[in-house]
């Protein structure tokens, strides 16, 4: 029954801390995922046998409130999306309100601080994702019934400050749960043989990765190019508008280019080590990184924060390249099959891919942090790659473009085949810590509503009051 007690507690806990996960104000979804030209005429829709109530304060959590028509906002945003909201009571999604306010109230108690540049960035991408989905602001304001752009953007504002101060904080308990490997084998103990979870097929793969080579040409005229761009700045020219224009950075280009980092965001050490040298308002000269060549506009550094834009461009793949990156990938495999020598031993020595060349060509699942995928969950593109293959067969040479129109070609194989299977300790180690420590993580969160909820003044009002939550808001 424990196992079967976890699965329910994380249901209950899902469904009551992710109940709006599809909901835009989460902080987990973006507006990118909700606003469309369709839904900004969709009506407000509830579930079955419960009406439209007038707008008001229904409670109060610290310094924050909740009005009746969060909750309508709340089920018009999941019928948007497609979701279905029959089973989703007004009470449950009063309950994931009152959650995401005493986040956010704690936050501040506990002096968790979200800048209003922060809350200005998350404003700008926002809004530019919903400007080019409806084609006009004024649709945006409609849809939100503000009377003006500046009226939506406060509101706006507040509701992204809100979002982030309550993301923080979730973040913060979370972070602070840690699991040791006696705990995680006392939780594996307590599940009874006949409710162990069956873990579904999984593969290893290796891969070796050959990168084209630009020519010195090529490489010049992108150096070139940017040194224009740089010039036209410094002469007056928005270098927000460039980069929408010309950089390849699909992550940045339709904000302008813009990154807020510290020396701890994941970036490449070259593209860290260009930004914290500048000062406020300069501009980088042209600089080489995995992705291409980059130039940098610093516009505010606070603290150990850097504000930033930056236009990335890379140099065009000669033909002449990928037909000599190809001869050269098949040489290698013909060694492999030849038994010339080991495909771990040829991604060691042959291999250009950096992440993967030391551990012989063995690829990391990102989702788990292990070597192993799960078939059913495994990338649809690698999977087409690899399902065909027998045991120890190496792929022909496979042309991979990447997210940012990055060439390369590779070979791919398969180390180590799992049959679907009960969980075993030993074989399982990665994916039974997982469950162990959402268990923890869920016991944690729990005890930290118990107590929070008591030190904070709660108020709720009228029928809400008779709300079965699943936590004690009501302090009986």
Not at 173 to 197: G, M, Q, S, Y
Not at 429 to 443: G, M, N, R, V, W
Request: proline share 3%.
């Amino acid at each position: 029954m424990l196992l079967k007690k976890l699965q329910l507690k994380t249901i209950d806990y899902k469904l009551v801390l992710t109940m709006c996960f599809l909901l835009f104000f989460n902080s987990i979804i973006s507006a990118q995922e909700i606003i469309k030209d369709t839904i900004l005429k969709k009506p407000v829709e509830v579930p079955s046998g419960q009406k439209l109530k007038v707008d008001g304060i229904i409670a109060t959590v610290g310094d924050y409130i909740v009005l009746d028509s969060d909750i309508d906002k709340g089920y018009l945003e999941i019928t948007a999306q497609g979701g279905s909201i029959k089973d989703i009571t007004r009470c449950q999604m009063l309950g994931k309100l009152l959650e995401d306010k005493l986040y956010a109230h704690q936050a501040i108690q506990d002096s968790i601080v979200v800048s209003d540049a922060e809350v200005r960035s998350m404003m700008d991408d926002r809004l530019n994702y919903m400007v080019q989905q409806v084609g006009d602001i004024n649709k945006v304001v409609a849809y939100y019934k503000k009377n003006s752009v500046e009226e939506f953007k406060t509101y706006f504002a507040d509701i992204l400050k809100e979002q982030k101060l309550a993301q923080e904080m979730t973040k913060k308990i979370v972070d602070a749960v840690e699991i040791t490997p006696e705990e995680v084998r006392n939780f594996f103990k307590k599940i009874p043989k006949e409710e162990l979870p069956t873990f579904g097929a999984e593969m290893e793969v290796a891969q070796i990765v050959v990168e084209p080579k630009v020519s010195k040409e090529d490489e010049q005229k992108v150096i070139d190019r940017l040194n224009a761009i740089r010039k036209d700045v410094l002469e007056g020219s928005s270098f927000a508008t460039k980069a929408v224009l010309y950089s390849q950075d699909p992550g940045s280009s339709p904000t302008g280019g813009f990154y807020k980092m510290t020396r701890k965001t994941p970036f490449v050490k070259e593209f860290k080590d260009v930004a914290f040298s500048l000062g406020e308002g300069e501009i980088s000269e042209p600089f080489k990184t995995t992705f291409g060549y980059h130039i940098i506009l610093v516009e505010k550094i606070k603290g150990q924060e850097v504000e930033l834009r930056h236009i990335l461009i890379a140099p065009t793949v000669s033909e002449d390249a990928l037909k000599e990156a190809k001869e050269r990938i098949t040489t290698i495999r013909n060694k492999i099959v030849s038994k010339e020598i080991s495909f771990a031993d040829a991604a060691r020595t042959e291999s250009d891919e950096k992440e993967t060349r030391a551990n012989g060509g063995t690829l990391v699942n990102p989702n788990t942090q292990d070597t192993r995928f799960e078939l059913t969950k495994m990338d649809p593109t690698l999977y087409s790659q690899v399902s065909n293959l027998k045991d120890d067969e190496v792929s022909q040479p496979l042309l991979n473009t990447d997210d940012k129109g990055k060439k390369t070609y590779k070979l791919i194989t398969v180390t180590n085949r799992i049959d679907e299977h009960v969980a075993d300790y030993a074989k399982d180690y990665t994916k039974i810590k997982e469950l162990a420590l959402k268990e923890k993580q869920i016991t944690t969160i729990s005890k930290w509503f118990d107590t929070k909820i008591k030190d904070t003044y709660i108020k709720i009002i009228g029928e809400y009051r008779d709300c079965n939550f699943v936590y004690n808001w009501l302090k009986k």
